[in-house]
């Protein structure tokens, strides 16, 4: 079964400081992963996505991901948040169909 | 913009009813695919379309069936409208179906069953 888990529902971090949402996986083979983010009354928006390759995924609005297969983690990371980045993040595995976490909610304080 | 457009932005109907909702994928697109966003289920995918084909099929009720027409745009109908249908509806789109394509989400449709 392929199923992708975000243990937090809420982060919280402090302008200017790096913010981590984590993202763990269980898919039976190489997996395809996804982070997405949604604003209020938005659809969702990709970030980035992990295929192959290089463990470090590097995406849009200074965001990065690293792929870590020993620990089936997929963690969201940027060296220095903005209040503009608060919003919702959704990890998603693929094989046949996208699964999503239950999301993140990501708040940014001034 | 992700370039995928759906109507209407919101739909407020009565329990039993059907309603449709549609989709415009991106320009070039071929895939289609449908979410349901709710509180308690969270995103839960529904249906892919290809080309016009079925793709994949998810969590999606009988009560509730999809298209994908020549011109690409997709229509997702619901019927026999329940309370616990009340979600936000998104269409998605990519180039190819593979599983390595990433998918760009519509604005979504709201709907309310009363």
């Known amino acids: 079964a392929q199923s992708v888990a975000q243990p937090e529902d809420q982060v919280n971090v402090a302008e200017g400081n790096p913010l981590t949402v984590k993202c763990t996986y269980s898919?039976?083979?190489?997996?395809?992963l996804f982070w997405y983010v949604q604003y209020p009354n938005r659809g969702l928006q990709f970030l980035l996505k992990?295929?192959?390759?290089?463990?470090l995924v590097k995406g849009s609005y200074g965001f990065e991901a690293e792929f870590n297969k020993s620990q089936t983690s997929f963690h969201l990371k940027k060296p220095s948040a903005l209040v503009s980045d608060s919003a919702l993040y959704f990890c998603?595995?693929?094989?046949?169909?996208?699964?999503f976490g239950t999301g993140t909610r990501l708040q940014v304080f001034p | 913009d992700s370039g995928v457009t759906q109507t209407p932005k919101h739909l407020i109907t009565a329990t039993g009813q059907r309603v449709t909702l549609r989709c415009s994928p991106r320009?070039?697109?071929?895939?289609v695919y449908w979410y349901q966003q709710s509180l308690d289920q969270g995103l839960q995918f529904l249906i892919q379309?290809?080309?016009?084909?079925?793709?994949a099929k998810g969590n999606i009720l009988e009560r509730f069936s999809a298209q994908q027409f020549p011109d690409l745009h997709s229509e997702l109908n619901l019927s026999s409208l329940e309370l616990g249908d009340s979600a936000l509806y998104f269409c998605?789109?990519?180039?190819?179906?593979?599983?390595?394509?990433?998918?760009?989400f519509g604005p979504g449709t709201r709907l309310t069953v009363l």
């Open positions: 998603a595995s693929r094989r046949d169909k996208l699964i």
């Open positions: 898919v039976s083979g190489n997996p395809y």
């Open positions: 992990y295929i192959t390759g290089d463990n």
């Open positions: 320009s070039g697109d071929l895939s």
């Open positions: 379309y290809y080309n016009g084909e079925e793709r």
């Open positions: 998605a789109s990519s180039v190819l179906a593979g599983a390595n394509n990433e998918q760009f």
